[in-house]
């Protein structure tokens, strides 16, 4: 820890790193408190691995048709809203079985990141950074876009808090009072695909999924309203990205791994003491 300290105020990758870090927690405090109420981890996860189409798409696009200003998180993002909109359409609209629909995109998505990375010349070791994460790797230009998708997701989500919070809660309440569930359940899934993406640099494709739901899974022990569990979210993926980072810098461990490793260890206690005070109750 000791190292951190002394690196952090002159190693600018580190401060990229760690800016990184609480602005993906800002996003992920509130949309992860509305994936786990609502219930849609896999929908999450589905988002989350088809992102690397997107990825070697725009890849590919750099390398072959030097298309310079085609970013692979600009590719994410194209990847996460069209998976996002298809799970949705789909399952509301043509009535498939949500489970079938999301492992069809998942598959699907990380079959077409696979081909595009094997027809682009050369080793793409910054996709592979994508996949298991690597916050150490963040650029300037990657920082700005990333400032730029989270005060999206924060305004969007802060402002349809409560259209939200009927629709994740009652469905049928919601359509007594007027919402229209389909169209918030879209806008819903559009932000988790936006959120995923922001993740995806911080943990990165195969772990992205655990950031997004263990940090408001272990709030939701700890708060009685979606707006406490959403702070409370908030604050604990700020410690354990931050905490994740501190602690793998020295060792030289993979800083995403670690992160998740501490947010698993965090709320395996906090479910484990919980359990025990509702049974010491009894």
């Not at 760690?18 to 786990?36: F, K, M, P």
């Not at 996002?84 to 990380?110: C, F, H, N, P, Y």
Request: with cysteine.
């Amino acid at each position: 820890m000791t190292e951190f300290l002394a690196d952090i105020h002159h190693q600018t990758f580190l401060q990229y790193a760690l800016l990184t870090g609480l602005l993906a927690s800002v996003a992920c405090g509130i949309i992860g408190s509305y994936v786990v109420t609502r219930r849609i981890t896999y929908i999450a996860g589905a988002i989350a691995h088809s992102v690397l189409g997107g990825m070697g798409a725009a890849r590919y696009c750099q390398v072959v048709c030097q298309w310079d200003w085609f970013h692979p998180l600009l590719g994410a993002v194209l990847a996460a809203l069209i998976s996002a909109l298809i799970i949705g359409i789909v399952s509301m609209k043509a009535r498939q079985r949500e489970d079938t629909v999301i492992g069809a995109v998942w598959a699907i998505g990380m079959a077409i990141g696979i081909l595009f990375i094997f027809k682009t010349p050369g080793y793409n070791e910054d996709l592979m950074s994508y996949l298991f994460g690597n916050v150490l790797m963040v650029s300037s230009k990657e920082l700005w876009l990333m400032a730029g998708l989270d005060g999206l997701i924060v305004v969007m989500g802060l402002a349809f808090y409560n259209q939200f919070l009927a629709v994740c809660f009652d469905e049928e309440f919601a359509r007594l009072r007027g919402i229209s569930v389909e169209f918030y359940h879209l806008v819903l899934l559009c932000l988790t695909a936006l959120t995923v993406v922001l993740l995806v640099s911080v943990v990165g494709i195969v772990m992205v999924i655990a950031l997004l739901t263990l940090p408001a899974a272990t709030a939701g022990h700890f708060s009685g309203r979606l707006w406490h569990m959403m702070v409370l979210s908030t604050v604990f993926t700020v410690l354990f990205t931050s905490g994740g980072l501190v602690l793998s810098y020295g060792p030289d461990l993979p800083p995403g791994a670690t992160t998740i490793l501490l947010a698993g260890a965090v709320y395996l206690l906090v479910a484990t003491l919980s359990r025990a005070v509702r049974f010491g109750r009894r």
